[in-house]
């Protein structure tokens, strides 16, 4: 087994429930307790579920709801294995090591007093260290009174360690129960790595546990167990924090997963604080990222059966994968391995559907134009959701040949509906001109620009307006005159029509003619156009001046 292996098994089974599952607090025995004292309190609760009777509660921060007996039994039998009790016993309150008859932190938290705990331990660790009352670098910088905590006489060095732990772990324990649902004030996250942290760099704490292990003089335990639970300790804190930021995403609540994870970017808890801190994230991020690994999957092997269905699949993926996709992001960094593993596996997967779909589907079909449009669409939204420059690379490449595709098969006037054969605007195109003495010879080319049945209607629809203003024109010419000027004459009548004529001019110049020009200039930029021109080529089926065969 490596080093690396021992640290990570040290804590194992660590998560926001570490408190309510912690066996000392749901058996309610301390933690000096025998392995008689643990048989005792097994053959106590077999009593209690024989009889009915009711499991007695710790007194010490108890459990809401009360634990059930399996929970008991579970907690017995955790008790029972030396290294998951030690687990426990590190995450549950020390007792001072003095030789005190009690200790009065542990007796104001069976009392319900957390807070007169707190200032007890505040008061303790700060005379251990022999720094003043409220210095910052000191394990009891704050106070909760709203008084400061007067250093009693110094004590001794094991029951500063002791203190430093438990202040750690009520503020944790706390925090978490509010996490959980419990009633309180939204917990200061930063304070609470900020206790860690010195529980972390607080040798006094480490020579404690080493003494504890000895203590329980169990073979199955060696006083190396200590430094790798302190090396093990700053990943397991933050795995609990990133269980918390997934809880927080999941239930929408952004602001509650930033001020943690805002906590545990800036907790200082050594060296290995951020490369543990991304580990923790990852895994809590795996689940979102396993489930994006199954719909890509399963959306690629129904491709692979049914290759029509490929377009489907690939929008299916991208439409099914934005949520999960989305939460990895709020967590992740942008260059975190899991988070551009995921990007591109959704924007590799949804072009191998393309892929499979476009090699079976049937370009002579009349919905071919609106398949490759939507492939366009689709395929976009993979080179978006693409994370590494490779990937990327990949996309765009593809999508630049269906741009290139997309010309013929789109209405070039509207750019957005399926080309109709049948509605296509054709313009010929002569070039390559050799003049002889007696013969002059040319090549011809018939261009046709692609158009939709709603562009080619629209601009009937201009025509026939056109012919009905012009006829208004002269309707209301003869008939205005003659309602207003009966006995005048024709001469009226004539004036009218003039103007009429007149103003049927200028509707077909500045409104009929200008639609016709913008429409010929958006034509001359139709690609196969532009490209004939730029060799020469000109508008018409033959040169200027030279008659039809």
Known sequence: MTAQD?????????????????????????????????????????????????????????L???????????????????????????????????????????????????????????????????????????????????????PSEPVAAGDAASAVHNIAVLEHLRALEVEMGAEGEQPDWASVYSRWG???????????????????????????????????????????????????????????????????RAAQLGDGAREALGTALRAAGEPW?????????????LATDTRAAGLDQAAHILDHSAGPLARLDR????????????????ALDALRCLLLFDQARDTSDASAARDHLRMIEVITRAERAAASEAVRGRLAENREIL???????????CHEKPADPGAAITRWMHGDVVRAVRELRWNKVEVTVPRCRSCQRGERGRGWLAALRCALYFVVAISLPTMLFTSAGG???????????FALIVDLNVVVGSAGRRQREHIDLFPPIVELREKGWRNGERPLGVGGA
């Open 64 to 150: 809401r709801p009360a634990p059930s007996a399996g929970d008991v039994r579970a907690a017995l039998d955790r008790l029972g294995d030396p290294r998951q009790r030690l687990v426990d016993e590190f995450f549950w309150f020390w007792p001072a090591e003095s030789g005190a008859a009690r200790d009065e932190g542990i007796a104001a938290l069976a009392a319900g007093d957390p807070d007169g705990a707190l200032r007890h331990w505040t008061a303790a660790a700060v005379s251990g260290t022999g720094a003043a009352p409220g210095d910052a670098d000191t394990p009891g910088d704050a106070d909760t009174s709203g008084e400061p905590a007067a």
């Open 6 to 62: 021992s640290d990570a098994d040290a804590l194992p089974r660590v998560s926001a429930r570490i408190y309510r599952q912690n066996a000392f607090r749901v058996t309610d025995l301390p933690l000096s307790s025998t392995g008689r004292d643990i048989r005792r309190k097994a053959d106590m609760l077999a009593v209690i579920e024989k009889t009915g009777g009711q499991i007695p509660t710790s007194d010490i921060l108890p």
């Open 491 to 501: 001469g009226y009548i004539f004036l009218a029509v003039l103007v009429a004529f």
């Open 331 to 346: 967590m992740l960094a942008p260059d975190d391995s899991t988070r551009v593993r995921t990007h591109d596996k959704i």
């Open 289 to 301: 990222a396993d489930q994006v690994g199954e719909l890509c999957e399963e959306a690629v092997r």
């Open 403 to 413: 741009d290139k595709a997309s010309i013929r098969l789109t209405c070039w006037i």
């Open 198 to 264: 010195h529980v972390l760099h607080d040798d006094r704490v480490w020579d404690s546990l080493v003494a504890r292990i000895r203590r329980t003089a169990d073979a199955r335990l060696d006083v190396g167990l200590a430094p790798r639970i302190r090396a093990a300790l700053p990943g397991a804190l933050l795995s609990i924090g990133a269980e918390i930021v997934v809880a927080a995403i999941g239930d929408g609540d952004d602001d509650r997963a930033e001020r943690q994870l805002t906590a545990m």
